[in-house]
């Protein structure tokens, strides 16, 4: 096997058919230079190189070897930099789990600013529940996650990305004062649309505990797996759900007409939050500060 050493000690001989031009190339003596070439000919068991007092030239199998030692150099090379280019955020693979309700806001404009500022990066995006998320980021199964985590879990680092007031989302044709905010316990009556506490603790925690500060246990007789799956459901006018608010500046939808948004007197918050391990690296670094910016620009553009 040939090292990259090597190859770069005969791609000099062999460009400056000259060993002491060549040793000169290299920062190095003539001997060393010389020793190492005989003992790369001895090990291949082939004569690279024709050597007379008056010059040296290529055999025919030299010729052959320097285009692989070209290329051997050349894949060096470009490793280097794809090296540092990872340790320095610019390059490498990057995995994120995101919650459903993130893939209409604010993912989009978080991969707009992330692969804008990181081109090189290969980015890898799988939709989570936020229980899931969490282990899979515990796991090394995915560098990052965006989840509606409340706490920082054991062994990982979290920060907040931004809260947003719970809407009531309402069949359209119950919707009949959908303008005007309306008392939660307005909907106590009503059937709900539930998404399970093992899917999302907290998200499930919150909505639980919205229903009491309004003093009512909602009657949870639909189940969905995810607020996109609850969002149809209520469209089909099954019931009704608290979802994030930023799920009503979605792109529109074949079924929105069929869903209202209604804003309510006195919301409680949902935040959503990054969750990472602790021995972040400069991509994640990179995406975090991504998310922060997207969700900063985002809130001007929506205030």
């Known amino acids: 096997m040939v090292d990259v050493r090597e190859a770069r000690y005969f791609v000099a001989v062999a460009e400056e058919l000259h060993f002491g031009r060549a040793a000169e190339r290299l920062h190095m ?10 003992t790369l000919e001895h090990r291949l068991g082939v004569t690279l190189l024709h050597r007379t007092t008056r010059e040296v030239t ?21 490793a280097d930099a794809a090296v540092r280019q990872a340790a320095d955020g610019q390059a490498g693979e990057l995995r994120i789990g995101v919650v459903t309700s993130s893939f209409s806001d604010p993912l989009p404009r978080i991969l707009e600013l992330f692969q804008r500022a990181h081109p090189r990066v290969d980015v890898r995006v799988e939709e989570v529940d936020t229980r899931v998320a969490v282990q899979s980021v515990h796991r090394r199964e995915l560098d990052v996650a965006l989840v509606r985590q409340l706490a920082t879990p054991p062994g990982l680092e979290r920060v907040t990305l931004h809260r947003e007031p719970f809407v009531l989302a309402v069949p359209a044709a119950w919707a009949d004062a959908a303008d005007e905010p309306w008392d939660l316990a307005r909907a106590a009556e009503l059937p709900w649309v539930w998404l399970p506490r093992r899917i999302s603790p907290d998200y499930h925690d919150e909505v ?13 007789r639909h189940l969905a797996r995810s607020i996109n799956s609850q969002l ?39 935040e959503l939050s990054a969750v990472w391990r602790p021995e972040t690296s400069p991509l994640v670094e990179g995406f975090v500060h991504s998310a922060r910016a997207a969700i900063s620009e985002g809130g001007a553009a929506h205030s």
């Open 232 to 270: 149809a459901m209520v469209g089909c006018g099954l019931g009704v759900a608290l979802v994030p608010g930023g799920v009503a500046r979605r792109p529109e939808r074949a079924d929105d007409a069929r869903v209202r948004f209604v804003r309510l007197e006195h919301p409680a918050t949902i």
């Open 29 to 38: 003596s003539q001997p060393p230079l010389s020793q190492a070439i005989k």
């Open 208 to 220: 639980v505990a919205s229903c009491r500060a309004a003093g009512f246990a909602p009657d949870a």
């Open 58 to 78: 290529l055999t025919a199998a030299g010729a052959v070897f320097l285009d692989a030692c070209r290329t051997l150099i050349g894949a060096s090379t470009a």
